[in-house]
């Protein structure tokens, strides 16, 4: 895992583990966390207008199957801006290391006529449909906590099942789509060829997935995600581990309790708290978690300049991007405001309104304001230099919706080290 501190490091460093392609890209925080690991982006595709505005403004081009594009780790992204329903990924069958992306994946039903498969915001279907057209070795994917629900759980499973066995496609009945294999009678055929092991090497994926915590990575943000990491069979990864936890709440109450947190942020002795436990300082590696004020005020590091409170609203203050006050900030039961102190509340797509009020901050002096998208950004660990195109709400939604990049390095570099030696590549 790379220390945090570096996390304000230019694109162009990492030295090349292997090659990506990218999907429902974002605003690009996965996209970000891939290239830092090592990965070459032979493509990324998106369908939102002003997230591809985003990525074009930071390090995509658009897409032209006539030029060679990609040519090396430090080469801008290929953009397809479009439905991934109409792309064909034919052209880098065995030509790509790692499919990854962070899956939409909006609230559906399984109960009634069991509509949850086909519906059209359910993408894992065109996952599937790449991992077959390109025959990758590993996939990485991310979706959001809800689905491991109990309701959800069927249906996850049947995720997975998929995942491991992509080329026993659904089949399609002779009047279309309505006629297609439902997809509890898919996971059944799907369970039987795993369980009886017909499935070529080749063709079977070993599936691991875990729910983290993005704090516990070095994220200065609570933020709950579900990764799904997949490695073809025939490479004999499936021993491999989600990496461990780098930091730690228990950490970041003893840096409190014996004072070196404070005395990092220079807070004046009668405003410090010290928490009311009885920590054990056991053998405990981790660092401590990463706080509101550590992503704003800088954590003691060069790379992680202080923020200046915004002057005024709507205004820009220089030299940094993005960092616009804004008025209305409100509290209310239930809508409480992110203390300097602890991770961030989880950062959502939306600015006013949002429940849990996860964009308004507490300050130094007890008022409250809203989180400048800047903020917003440090805290899903974003560069200062990252440009989000588009009005303060689309930025946000964008950032809601987007990977923390420390989170996905994490998973990305732990992925990069395994296939390493299937890749031919040796570290610097």
């Known amino acids: 895992m790379v220390d945090p501190a570096q996390h304000f490091l ?21 996209a970000l966390a891939m290239h830092r690991a ?3 982006h032979l493509a990324a595709v998106e369908i939102d207008k002003r997230a591809c505005a985003t ?19 430090h080469s801008e992204w290929p953009l397809i801006e479009g439905d991934i329903k109409q792309v064909s990924f034919d052209h880098w069958r065995d030509k790509v290391d790692i499919v990854a992306g962070g899956v939409p994946c909006q609230p559906w039903s399984l109960g009634g006529a069991h509509k949850g498969y086909d519906d059209p915001r359910n993408l894992w279907p065109e996952l599937f449909r790449v991992v077959r057209e390109t025959r990758p070795l590993a996939v990485v994917a991310e979706n959001v906590k809800g689905l491991l ?25 002779d009047s279309g789509v309505d006629s297609r294999e439902d997809w509890e009678h898919h996971n059944k055929r799907l369970v039987k060829a795993l369980t009886e092991d017909t499935i070529p090497a080749d063709q079977r994926y070993d599936v691991k997935y875990k729910l983290v915590n993005a704090a516990d990575y070095g994220v200065p943000q609570i933020r709950w995600r579900v990764f799904v990491v997949a490695f073809r069979r025939d490479l004999g990864l499936a021993d491999w581990e989600f990496p461990e936890p780098t930091h730690s709440e228990a950490a970041l109450l003893r840096a409190k309790a ?17 928490p009311d436990v009885d920590l054990d300082p056991g053998d405990d590696r981790t660092k401590r978690w990463r706080t509101l004020r550590d992503a704003i005020q800088g954590d003691g590091t060069a790379a992680l300049p202080r923020l200046k409170p915004p002057k005024g609203f709507k205004v820009e203050n220089e030299p940094h991007i993005h960092h616009v006050g804004w008025p209305g900030a409100r509290e209310y039961p239930g809508h409480t405001a992110n203390e300097l102190d602890r991770p961030a509340k989880t950062i959502k797509a939306g600015v006013h309104g949002v429940p849990g009020g ?39 939604r964008q950032l809601g919706n987007a990977v923390p990049v420390l989170l996905g390095e994490a998973i990305a570099r732990s992925v990069a080290e395994a296939l390493r030696p299937h890749l031919g590549r040796k570290p610097e």
């Open 358 to 396: 996860e964009s308004v901050m507490r300050t130094t002096d007890g008022s409250i304001r809203y989180m400048t998208v800047r903020e917003a950004a440090r805290v899903m660990t974003f560069p200062d230099d990252w440009r989000l195109a588009g009005p303060r709400g689309e930025q946000m």
């Open 258 to 274: 014996d004072g070196s947190y404070w005395d990092e942020h220079k807070v004046a002795k009668d405003k410090r708290e010290k």
């Open 55 to 73: 990525l074009r403004e930071n390090r995509a081009v658009e897409y032209d199957p006539a030029h060679e594009q990609a040519a090396g780790i």
């Open 38 to 40: 090592g990965f070459r």
């Open 149 to 173: 629900r109990p309701s959800f759980k069927p249906y996850y499973e049947y995720i997975i099942n998929e995942l491991k066995a992509p080329f026993e496609e659904r089949l399609s009945g």
């Open 10 to 30: 230019p694109l162009s460093g990492p030295e090349e583990i292997g090659t990506s392609i990218e999907l429902f890209t974002g605003g690009g925080g996965l």
